[in-house]
């Protein structure tokens, strides 16, 4: 079954939302600075489902892109 999962997969650079953990290994950030970041009212890429937070891929990496320093 767990084969059968990853044939499925879709990468992450095609997905509209990942995870927290998704996050950091893409990006290379740590998931307490993600965590951090995503709390900040003006955060954009981050969706709320329930009470878990997803990131939006794109909006994330507009925001990597645009930004000097965390």
Known sequence: MRKEQDEKAIPIW???T???????AYSGIGRDKIRALTE???C???LWV???RMIKRVKFEEYLNNSYSI
Do not use: L, T
């Open 14 to 16: 095609e997905r509209v």
């Open 18 to 24: 990942i995870s927290i953990e998704e996050a950091a």
């Open 40 to 42: 900040e009212e003006d």
């Open 44 to 46: 954009d890429y981050v």
């Open 50 to 52: 329930g009470k878990r």
